[in-house]
């Protein structure tokens, strides 16, 4: 499997955090809500596993289904979507290299955060609760015991849970940009994603599926899911923008000056 050097990484990423900033508002809103029900359905996926696991098997659900997980990043990246933890890594990669300015990386946070939570909520609404799939015995207890254990943490708690979840994320886009082939990229998402799961870490876009998905069963509150949401997504802010953007930045920029950046083509959409 061909691969690049992190130096041409760092290229390929800035390239593409100033393509997300150009696309039509249409197009970001599509991507974005393909990238929300992206993630949603992997959530739904790890429900569907790992509830039926008990007895003896009950001590590897974590880890059967943190490996099943990661087809919802792996489907926004290669099939085409625009994820708000990935932005959160990419265009501010770009406005570290002056190709952008700040105004633009949160307005595209901005749209992102929106379409991914219409997409993520609409397969908690469709999926979970009209189609019941998280609504019946053991899927709804294992949907309610998640969701307790994530609006249980402190403010503190849910910020550093946060970090730790897109440092890992925002390497797998990370490493993603540096595979040159389809299968390399597949393995290059699916393990540092499958550890932040695994590790118990929390992703805003995850929790606009799960938590809503428990709200829609009559738990909780849209109060709680703020809470929530505010820490996490701050958290999460800071690991794809300080651990991994501004720290490839400052570790493979050329001293000489900006790097040689090549725009990826507007016709291919990827995160």
């Given amino acids: 499997m061909a691969y690049f050097k992190p130096e041409k990484i760092m290229e390929i990423t800035i390239g593409n955090g100033v393509k997300k900033t150009k696309y039509p508002l249409l197009q970001t809103y599509i991507l974005g809500f393909e990238a929300g029900a992206f993630i949603a359905l992997g959530y739904l996926l790890y429900i569907r596993i790992t509830a039926p696991l008990i007895g003896p098997l ?160 009559g738990h909780f509150t849209w109060l709680d899911y703020l809470d929530n949401f505010v820490p996490v997504f701050l958290g999460n802010a800071v690991g794809g923008t300080i651990f991994v953007a501004m720290a490839y930045w400052f570790a493979y920029q050329k001293q000489e000056g900006k790097p040689n950046i090549q725009p990826v083509p507007l016709k291919k959409a990827k995160i």
């Fill in 58 to 217: 009950e001590g590897l659900s974590t880890l059967i289904g943190a490996s099943v997980f990661p087809i919802g990043l792996i489907l926004t990246l290669l099939a085409g979507g625009e994820l708000l933890t990935g932005n959160m890594m990419t265009v501010p990669l770009a406005k570290f290299a002056h190709e952008i300015s700040a105004g633009k990386v949160l307005k595209n946070w901005t749209l992102i955060t929106v379409s991914n939570f219409f997409g993520a909520i609409f397969i908690a609404y469709v999926f979970g609760h009209l189609t019941g799939l998280t609504e019946t015995g053991i899927f709804l207890e294992k949907t309610v015991h998640i969701v307790e254990h994530k609006l249980d943490a402190t403010f503190l708690e849910a910020f550093l849970s946060g970090i730790g979840c897109n440092w890992l994320v925002a390497a797998a886009v990370w490493l993603s940009y540096g595979a040159e082939d389809m299968a390399g990229k597949i393995f290059a998402i699916w393990f540092p994603t499958m550890a932040f799961v695994a590790i118990g870490f929390q992703h805003v876009v995850a929790n606009m599926f799960v938590i809503p998905a428990a709200i829609f069963a």
